[in-house]
Nanobody, 124 residues
Framework: QVQLVESGGGLVQAGGSLRLSCVASGRTFRTYAAGWFRQAPGKEREFVAAVSWSGGNTYYADSVKGRFAISRDNAKNTVYLQMNSLKPEDTAVYYC?????????????????WGQGTQVTVSS
């Protein structure tokens, strides 16, 4: 069993930065791939970024490439999402997720565990 708790969301002006954190419980977390998804009001949950269990491979949605960076620290059971050059269209609830499978990481159904989400609001 893995429990995930996100933090770091908030209100920021366009062009600003935020860093989201996702702390996991459970010793096995280091064997899971991890991802970040987001969901804006009235829209489906969408893939943002993912990282392999080792941190050696990262994947990004086209909409965030070059602006966001995902990383993990397995010693701290934590996954991060550094978000730079934020835009109003980045406004959403951001969710952390863990997957026992190392593939299909851009698909919500791949993931076994989800956090409760943290709100990110970008003002223009």
């Amino acid at each position: 069993q893995v429990q995930l708790v996100e933090s770091g969301g908030g209100l920021v002006q366009a062009g600003g930065s935020l860093r989201l954190s996702c702390v996991a419980s459970g010793r096995t977390f280091r064997t899971y791939a991890a991802g970040w998804f987001r969901q804006a009001p009235g829209k489906e949950r969408e893939f943002v970024a993912a990282v392999s269990w080792s941190g050696g491979n990262t994947y990004y949605a086209d909409s965030v490439k070059g602006r966001f960076a995902i990383s993990r620290d397995n010693a701290k059971n934590t996954v991060y999402l550094q978000m730079n050059s934020l835009k109003p269209e980045d406004t959403a609830v951001y969710y952390c997720a863990a997957s026992a499978r190392p593939y299909g990481l851009d698909i919500t159904s791949t993931y076994n565990y989800w956090g409760q989400g943290t709100q990110v609001t970008v003002s223009s």
